[in-house]
Structures are given as structure tokens and as C-alpha cells.
């Protein structure tokens, strides 16, 4: 249990605790594919871009770490790479992820050369649609091998929509096994650092999986050979669901789906999202009980279990302003026992977070669009970037402005940063402002892009590179303005609510009116338990 809790600590707090939502056509108010991605982490929120290049035959790319920068080795380059702009490429495919842990004999490759992160971008640049990615992402590792711990993977287009589960193989071997299937139309799924790939058909055109995932996992003692192959589990054998995995990673793809279905519908999974019944697993996928659009995505993204047993406001460790997060390690210990905190769908250690709108009705540079965020995907605003149709990248969404280890103010995340912990500090008096801005941006945006849309549309009928540019710019100065707009934001609410009080402009006064909220009832009553008289005014005299 010890080993567990260190991998499942240094797993979110090396920020790869992740969360997706997969929406298929038919689950949408508008017949358009979705996914959201939050990438949960305490690393350096922007956009990345790679423009579409031509290659020459035997030229190669160099590939380096991510994260730490260390360089990896080299591959063979494909002769066309496509563009990509944050995780869409130019034929509006997007693919998103959620690491987990898994067999531990698994997660080293000596050799590998392909990590989590580089293969999402070298499948962008190499696969047009879903379903291709599939094979792509096979192939590469098969090729070069696989450096990472477990993966779960959302890889979705105008059309369809995959969820992907793999592991390496570990030593010994090269490659990984692994199992992808296409939701249903109609259906849901999500994934969060859970492989969630259990029993799948072996005879499925919508089924596709490594040919050696189950003989594999025979070879390594993990599956017994006089078990039938229709039996085979892939999440129960390279990932077998425990406490922590059910309580932190299930637990929100749980209080999404309960968010749309009928109420009640996923009390039956409650216990084993708590981690106390394991038995009970939810389904891969669910029918929402009514159509999703952006504005329904937008508000179910920004949860934090609340009303639920997971609620985390209304205890001490809420605070006196009932925040509804805990700040790091994950884990706790008090009097030789291990406790944890929970692990909403919004947390504050989140460097991006998007929603990925893709329409088959448009060609791909305007059916193409992402609503970008970056920070706490519950105190971000998200801007439409047409991301199959851009150029570039807003400069103050860019790595050009800032980094992760120097804070400029002109710098999206660190302006989004600075925001949201302000309203850390008095959560119930700060954030309901917080969230009335972000609601009427975002909803000004959703109104005014269908016409922006059809303008594009118009254009690309006579001129696809100038749709294009027009599509590109207005990216660039929603993105640009948007900061601007939230540096004076952040000083009204610094204004406002500096000092521990509350002030309200009063015109023609010079001065402001100033109330002072104090403490709630519920703070004073455990100040009083646990001072007793200390503070007690008593009665005098000659005052």
C-alpha cells in the first residue's frame, strides 16, 4: 500500500492527473463531436503550434522531454507532417489524455523513444481522422518503442470518437499493448488516470487492439492460460482497479455522468466511486439523459463534487469561506493514519484545460475550434481559437511571453493565476464574482461566432488562405484582448476586497463604502470551541 501511494503522490504531484470528457455526435445539441481536456498539473500553461511542413526522404526529427527539456533521440520524419495548434491538427482531429500508473513492471522500455507527450503531437501530424490515429499511435511504438507508464487516450474527429487504452510492454520487449474502441453514437465516455477498457468484443469492427494483448499479458503470469480470450479484462489486468484509483480518478468520471443523467441514475456506482465497493464498476460509456452543448459543457466542467459526499466546502478544511479545495500533498497522516484529500474535476494545480468543437457541416478550418483556458479550468475564461484554420498563436498565450519560472504580467496564465488565487482567499465572496464574469465573456463569445463563422465561410468559398487569416486573426485578438481584459479585471477585485473587507464606489463621494463581512457563524462557533473565553468581551466599567 506504502509503494501505491508514492506512485499515485508523485503521479498528480508531477501534474499528470488529467480528466476527459468524450462526446459523440449523437449526444450533441448540434450533431458536433466534443472532448474536453483538462490537464491538471504544476506546470507552465500555452498554446503550442507546429505549421504544416514538407519533408525529404530520410530526414529525421529530433525528439526531446517535454517536461524537462533532456533531449530523447531521433525518428525517421514523415514526408508531410500536419499543422497543430494546441491538440487539433488542421482536419480537426484532437487527442487529449489521462496517465495512470498500472503494472509497475511495465513502465521502463531501455531503448523507447516515444513519451505521452510527443506521441499526442506525432499523431496530430501524422493521422487525418480518429481512426487512423489508432494505427498511427500503434505503429510509432511498435517502431521506436515506449517510454511511459500507462495511458489512456481520447482521439476524436468530426465523425467519430475513440477511447484508447495502452501500456509498454516493459523490458524485453518493444512497443505496448493495448485495446481502442469507438463510443457509440449517441454516447458518452470519460476517462480520469483509470484505465477504463474492461471485457471488449474480439470480433468488432469498432474494436481494435494490439494482436498480441492478451497472448502478452498470458506470457507475463498476468492472465491465466486456461482463462477463455472473451474474458480477457484489459483494465483488470494492466491496470486492476483499487481505493485509489476508484476515489481519485473514478470518482470524477462519476460525478459527470451523474450530471447528465437522470437523477439518481448513478447512486447504484456511489460506494465504488468512494473506493469502498470495488464490484460494482461503471459503465465505459452512458446515454445522457438530453443533448449537450458548449454553454452545458462549460458549467459541468467547473465541479468540485459539490452537494455530494465528496463536498469538501463545508468542512474545517473549507476554511472560513467554504473553498472547495485542499492544497497539496494529496495525502495526509494523523496519529499513524493515512487520509486523503479529494480530487474534484476543477482543481487549482491545472496548467490548461479545453473544449474541442468539431463539425463535419464546415470545412475543417472552421469546424475546427477549441475553447481555450489555462489555469483552474473553473476560475479560467475560455476564448475560441480556430485551431485547424491558425497561422499563429495569441502572442500572450505563447511561450514568447513569460515561462513557467519567470511571471510576467502581460503572460495569460499568470494573469489567470493571479485571479484565481485571489479568490482563493475568500472563496464565497470572490469566485461568485469570478464566475458572473467568466459567464458573461464566454456567453458574448458564443453568441458573436456563428457570424464570425459564416463571414469565414463566405470568404473560404473565394479565398481559403485570406478565410484562413481572417480566422487566425480573430483568434489572436479574442486571446490578446481577453488577457488585457482580466489584468483589469484582477485590479478591480484587488480593489475591491484588499484589507479583508468589501468596498463599493459611491459616487459623489470620494471615498468608498466599505462593509466588513467578518467571519461566517458556522468559523466563529469552532473559534469559540477552541478558545473558549480568550475572546470573550467582558463587562467593564468607566469606559
Not at 35 to 55: K, Q, R, V
Not at 408 to 418: E, G, P, R, T
Not at 436 to 443: A, F
Not at 497 to 525: A, I, L
Request: glycine residues 6%; aromatic residues 16%; proline residues 5%.
Amino acid at each position: 500500500m506504502k509503494e501505491r501511494l508514492i506512485l499515485f503522490a508523485c503521479l498528480f504531484g508531477l501534474g499528470m492527473g488529467c480528466t476527459n470528457f468524450l462526446l459523440t455526435p449523437g449526444a450533441t445539441k448540434d450533431g458536433s463531436s466534443m472532448l474536453f481536456y483538462s490537464a491538471d498539473g504544476h506546470m507552465y500553461g500555452s498554446i503550442p503550434y507546429y505549421p504544416e511542413a514538407f519533408h525529404h526522404r530520410g530526414d529525421k526529427r529530433q525528439l526531446y522531454n517535454l517536461q524537462s527539456g533532456e533531449y530523447i533521440g531521433e525518428i525517421d520524419e514523415k514526408l508531410h507532417t500536419y499543422k497543430v495548434v494546441a491538440n487539433m491538427n488542421q482536419f480537426q482531429l484532437t487527442v487529449a489524455e489521462t496517465t495512470y500508473n498500472g503494472i509497475e513492471s511495465l513502465h521502463t522500455q531501455s531503448g523507447a523513444l516515444i513519451d505521452w507527450r510527443n506521441l499526442i503531437y506525432l499523431t496530430l501530424q501524422r493521422a487525418k481522422n480518429a481512426r487512423e490515429a489508432v494505427h498511427v499511435i500503434a505503429d510509432l511504438l511498435d517502431t521506436y518503442g515506449y517510454s511511459s507508464t500507462g495511458e489512456t487516450f481520447s482521439l476524436a474527429d468530426p465523425e467519430e470518437v475513440w477511447i484508447m487504452d495502452l501500456i509498454g510492454k516493459g523490458e524485453g520487449e518493444k512497443g505496448a499493448v493495448w485495446v481502442a474502441r469507438k463510443v457509440p453514437d449517441g454516447y458518452v465516455s470519460a476517462h480520469a488516470n483509470q484505465a477504463r477498457i474492461t471485457i471488449f468484443p474480439l470480433n468488432d469492427p469498432d474494436t481494435l487492439y494490439a494482436p498480441d494483448v492478451i497472448s502478452f499479458a498470458r506470457s507475463k503470469g498476468l492472465y491465466p492460460v486456461d482463462k477463455p480470450d472473451e474474458e480477457f479484462s484489459f483494465s483488470d489486468i494492466f491496470n486492476p482497479i483499487e481505493f485509489l484509483g476508484a476515489r481519485f480518478c473514478e470518482a470524477r468520471v462519476w460525478s459527470w455522468f451523474r450530471k447528465i443523467t437522470e437523477p439518481g441514475t448513478m447512486d447504484e456506482y456511489l460506494n465504488y466511486a468512494k473506493g469502498y465497493d470495488l464490484s460494482k464498476r461503471m459503465p465505459l460509456w452512458i446515454k445522457p439523459s438530453s443533448k449537450i452543448d458548449v454553454q452545458d459543457l462549460f458549467a459541468q466542467i467547473r465541479d468540485h463534487y459539490e452537494g455530494t459526499f465528496f463536498d469538501m466546502s463545508w468542512d474545517i478544511g473549507g476554511e472560513a469561506f467554504n473553498r472547495p479545495y485542499r492544497y497539496s500533498p494529496i495525502y495526509w497522516d494523523y496519529e499513524g493514519k493515512k487520509y486523503c484529500n479529494e480530487r474534484p474535476i476543477s482543481v487549482f494545480f491545472t496548467y490548461f484545460t479545453f473544449i474541442s468543437h468539431m463539425r463535419n457541416w464546415l470545412p475543417n478550418p472552421i469546424g475546427g475550434l477549441l475553447w481555450y483556458g489555462v489555469d483552474d479550468g473553473d476560475s479560467s475564461c475560455h476564448f475560441p481559437l480556430f485551431a485547424a484554420a491558425a497561422n499563429r498563436v495569441p502572442i500572450r498565450w505563447s511561450d514568447e511571453i513569460g515561462s513557467r519560472h519567470e511571471f510576467n504580467i502581460n503572460n495569460a496564465y499568470w494573469v489567470f493565476n493571479l485571479v484565481a488565487n485571489w479568490g482563493y482567499s475568500r472563496y464565497n465572496l470572490i469566485h461568485p464574482e469570478v464566475q458572473q464574469k467568466i459567464h458573461q465573456i464566454e456567453s458574448a463569445f458564443l453568441a458573436s461566432v456563428p457570424d464570425h463563422e459564416m463571414k469565414a465561410l463566405e470568404l473560404y468559398k473565394k479565398n481559403e488562405k485570406a478565410a484562413k487569416e481572417y480566422l487566425t486573426n480573430l483568434s489572436e485578438n479574442w486571446g490578446n484582448d481577453l488577457v488585457e481584459e482580466w489584468i483589469e479585471f484582477f485590479k478591480y477585485l484587488f480593489l475591491k476586497y484588499m484589507d479583508g473587507n468589501v468596498k463599493r464606489s459611491n459616487p459623489p463621494h470620494q471615498n468608498p463604502d466599505v462593509e466588513w463581512p467578518g467571519y461566517p457563524s458556522k468559523f466563529r462557533q469552532l473559534i469559540v470551541t477552541e478558545t473558549a473565553d480568550k475572546f470573550l468581551v467582558k463587562q467593564v466599567t468607566n469606559l
